[in-house]
């Protein structure tokens, strides 16, 4: 297992390439098994990719049994390489980490954690005033710690799906041309 975790980092480093996704602001939704407290699964999540920082976001927050939990967790993808020019179909790779904060009634509890996001996506390209849509669905393995009540480490596989529109970067040369056209 330890073996196959260094492959799978060398060759993730090896191949570290220019990112094919659009240069805009990318917003969306997913949902799947979510990090932090408990790795609770079917937790919904804003996803948000901006231009200047290189990590994709994501934060949810759900509640249940009187208690309130709120994740966030951000990914750099070390490769972000195109399958099929023709249909948009690419694959994504990354290392990325976690936070969970739960409260309760009487408890609390926080988690922390690394993930590697492993997975395809799909790009509609050219709709009106957006970039293009795109739809999302990987493998999320984490491995992480849960203090407060108690002191834990996990190892869990989970999966995530989602959908994100891109829109289009605003800049001066952006809007110059299209006024021109």
Request: proline residues 4%; hydrophobic residues 50%.
């Amino acid at each position: 297992m330890r073996k196959t975790a260094v492959y799978i980092f060398i060759f993730c480093v090896q191949t570290a390439l220019f990112a094919e996704h659009p240069a805009g602001i990318g917003l969306g939704l997913a949902a799947g098994g979510g990090p932090g407290l408990a790795y609770n699964s079917g937790t919904a999540a804003f996803s948000l990719k901006i231009p200047s920082l290189p990590f994709y976001w994501g934060l949810a927050v759900n509640f249940y049994d009187n208690r309130a939990r709120m994740n966030v967790q951000g990914d750099y993808y070390f490769i972000d390489k195109t399958l099929d020019s023709g249909l948009f179909i690419g694959w994504f790779c990354g290392a990325g980490f976690f936070l969970g904060l739960e409260l309760g009634n009487s408890s609390a509890g926080f988690a922390l954690g690394a993930r590697v996001p492993v997975g395809l996506s799909w790009q509609y390209r050219k709709i009106n005033a957006l970039d293009s849509l795109e739809v999302f669905a990987g493998l999320t393995p984490h491995i992480g710690c849960t203090a407060l009540p108690v002191l834990r480490f996990d190892l869990v596989f989970n999966f995530e799906i989602g959908v994100r529109i891109w829109l289009k970067p605003v800049t001066a040369r952006a809007a110059a041309a299209e006024k021109n056209e």
